[in-house]
């Protein structure tokens, strides 16, 4: 059942997006969606009661580079339909987390159970689509290359506030050699959707990191004599301002299982 | 007299490239073109007999970024009407350099006595062009501000060779905070026929720069030391190939009496 299943799943092929979110939604896929239906925009996700999610998209749009809003439900409304003609942004996913309070409660595979009619689903923009363009380029990436989670820096910029949401601007950092930095910059300035333009270039110390080679999340990549660090704004500032808010309730995405959309990676680009 | 060729020059106004022309043309224009014609292209003026100017042209087109073509004569022809209805490039910079063998020994303001039917005109593209766009976006020129010229230098990247024309990439350089350096790239990538993008960022020592605050041209500007320093490939470039391969003969302009064209640096926007 299992085989017939993954099999299923393979035939579909990892370039359809609606296979990937069918395997998510019938519990074949409860793990990573890196790699998966390669070409295709991937999301992460935040859905919060409707009272917060008015805040939470104000702090989205007062901080659209670490919070690109690609796609939003109505509240109570499990489907987004211009990110998936039949997707259900309750099953869709390969795994959630379910927070309460800034507790993290549950890691659930569906939440159906626990879906409410005022619950307003966010998607946002994700790294996976520029570092698509950049490996198109040619670009190297040492944390994919080295296979390690990219490093990851609070820093010392705060985001601007919106009611309860508030904290420091996250960013990820890849590093380059200086040519390949500059093209990195203009290959990401293409893509403002999934973070667009780095937001810091060189000298970690002068946005508050203190020790490259100790990152607050993921993994430590080395950055070596003749490459300079690179800093992009990064999905996790929403989930960290989420979880320092301490929300009644809440519900994201299980790190590294984000929702798998129709949009084209290509279509993100402003030119 | 002076005072009313003066006002004659002063009543077209700086915006008007036609008026600097025909000043240069004049005679009442015989120095630097920086701050004329705001808004209107300046070029770097290389002139050189047919033979020699087949290999230049060769050289130019596999060096773009730092010999990027914005005009050319045909032999013998002093117009170039593309870059200006009325332009005669033999009297309308204010200051020329005469070369035989490498020697330089003329300073003329006009070359109407010694211009022959096989010279080739070619005008390239300077960075007054996107300096003028990153001022415009607020970005601070040290270089500007402080009334120095740019800090140049010579590079450990070889251009590639055509002929007699080989010898170093030439790059300027004007430093940011990380987060204007980004910008910088951002904008000056717009500007392809006039250096486009940096060639390098931060790390002098990687492209053999081995003191940053001894430039090979220009003045030293200091770096602070919450700054990035970041180099444009150089219209120097050319000028310093043409004087190592000491053609027979050769005009160029005088260190910053360039030519002032009709086109609008908006024009050569990419994007």
Not at 43 to 57: E, H, S, V
Not at 126 to 138: K, P
Not at 180 to 205: C, K, M, N, Y
Not at 241 to 261: K, N
Request: hydrophobic fraction near 45%; charge should be neutral; proline fraction near 9%.
């Amino acid at each position: 059942m299992a085989v017939a299943a993954m099999k299923a799943f393979d035939a579909a092929g990892p370039a359809d997006p609606v296979a990937v979110r069918h395997a998510a939604r019938d519990g074949r896929l409860t793990g990573q969606t890196a790699g998966l239906a390669r070409g295709h925009v991937q999301g992460n996700l935040a859905i919060l009661p409707r009272d917060l999610a008015a805040d939470f998209l104000r702090f989205c749009t007062l901080n659209p580079k670490p919070c690109p809003v690609i796609g939003m439900s109505e509240p109570g409304n499990p489907a987004i339909p211009a990110l998936g003609a039949d997707l259900d942004i309750r099953t869709d996913l390969p795994r959630y987390r379910v927070w309460r309070r800034g507790e993290l409660i549950d890691e659930p595979t569906d939440i159906r159970s626990i879906w409410r009619d005022d619950l307003v689903a966010f998607v946002l923009g994700c790294s996976f689509s520029f570092e698509e363009a950049l490996l198109d380029d040619g670009l190297p990436l040492r944390h994919i290359s080295c296979n390690l989670g990219v490093p990851v820096y609070r820093t010392s910029i705060a985001c601007a506030p919106a009611g309860p949401f508030a904290g420091p601007l996250v960013v990820s950092m890849r590093s380059f050699k200086p040519a390949d930095a500059i093209r990195a910059v203009q290959i990401t300035s293409r893509f403002p959707s999934v973070h667009g333009a780095p937001v810091h270039i060189g000298l970690p110390e002068a946005i508050g990191i203190r020790d490259i080679g100790r990152p607050d999340y993921g993994d430590a990549v080395e950055v070596k004599a003749d490459e300079l660090p690179v800093f992009w704004a990064c999905g996790v500032t929403p989930q960290a301002v989420i979880a320092a808010s301490r929300p009644e309730f809440a519900i994201t995405h299980a790190p590294g299982a984000m929702l798998v959309t129709d949009l084209r990676n290509s279509r993100l680009a402003a030119l």
